[in-house]
């Protein structure tokens, strides 16, 4: 993979951060949020004649330079690189996806996050989820509830695994439904671990990202998200009010996606992109 040093600053800005530069636990929330509402989960590279790659230059300049954003192995990649840089220690981990499409996880290394040991504590950051994905780092040394707004994350520890768990949208509490979002071990592992899954994500029928175009980010009042040819924006309810979030659909025409990705995620995308939305096969293997 190509060596290259990263320019912080450069990045920073492409996050809209402008705080202090050092490791602290503010400094990562902030770091972990501006990264959430700026850079997008999106896989059109590989429906535009392009290909996701792990090469740290490759991902530095797509997302800083280009604007762009990227999968789990792009955004969290480059995250990682980012917090090693302003000093923090970050251990990669691989974790498997469970998909809301077949109700399974996905292989082993379907997944890539950071955990940052700091002052002695063990932070879960992950700027790669899309829609389910949080604001802020959750603590692994935390079983509990994790509340961020209008959600609400637990990790669950059973059988030697960990299981990131989320009620959307509304706060019942311990008792409430919980909806299982990924499962990790606490092994260490390095980028290049993951070049065979970012390989099938590309394309596997059984890959949501190769068998519908994607794209979402946080908004500050909500998330939108692209999704085979439809777009959602997606409001979140303002806490104390009571009221319920609103949410609004439509589909995009083949003539429309150039100037909605611009408009909605500041995506100028270098060739035509091909709409794409169908079925996602179940897994050949229950993980």
Same mark, same amino acid.
């Given at each position: ?5 990263? #320019? ?58 280009? &604007? ?93 695994? &960990? ?8 706060? &019942?509490?311990?008792?409430? #439904? ?44 909500? &998330? ?64």
């Amino acid at each position: 993979m190509t060596q290259i040093e990263m #320019d912080v600053r450069a990045y920073l800005s492409r996050i809209n951060y402008s705080g202090p530069v050092e490791p602290s636990l503010e400094v990562m929330r902030s770091l972990h949020t501006c990264h959430q509402l700026s850079v997008p989960f999106e896989n059109l590279a590989a429906h535009s004649g392009g290909r996701m790659k792990l090469d740290p230059a490759i991902l530095y300049d797509k997302i800083v330079n280009q &604007r762009r954003g990227g999968l789990c192995y792009e955004n969290n990649g480059l995250f990682s690189w980012l917090l090693n840089q302003v000093g923090f220690k970050v251990t990669v981990l691989s974790a498997q996806v469970k998909s809301r499409f077949s109700g399974f996880y996905g292989p082993p290394f379907d997944h890539f996050v950071n955990m940052v040991t700091l002052d002695g504590h063990h932070w879960l950051c992950d700027v790669g989820l899309g829609v389910a994905g949080f604001w802020s780092p959750l603590s692994l040394d935390n079983s509990g509830l994790q509340e961020q707004g209008h959600r609400v994350y637990r990790i669950r520890e059973a059988s030697g695994m &960990r299981f990131v768990e989320w009620q959307q949208e509304e706060n &019942r509490g311990v008792m409430g #439904d919980w909806t299982e979002l990924y499962k990790f071990t606490l092994e260490p592992r390095h980028v290049e671990d993951f070049a065979k899954m970012c390989e099938y994500h590309q394309s596997s029928p059984h890959s949501l990202f190769f068998c519908k175009t994607v794209c979402t980010v946080f908004k500050p009042d909500g &998330r939108v998200t692209y999704l085979g040819r439809k777009l959602t924006e997606v409001k979140f309810p303002k806490e104390g009010t009571g009221n319920e979030g609103k949410s609004t659909t439509r589909e995009i025409k083949d003539d429309e996606v150039a100037e909605m990705l611009a408009e909605n995620f500041g995506i100028v995308l270098k060739s035509p992109l091909v709409q794409k939305d169908e079925p996602v096969a179940p897994p050949p293997f229950e993980y």
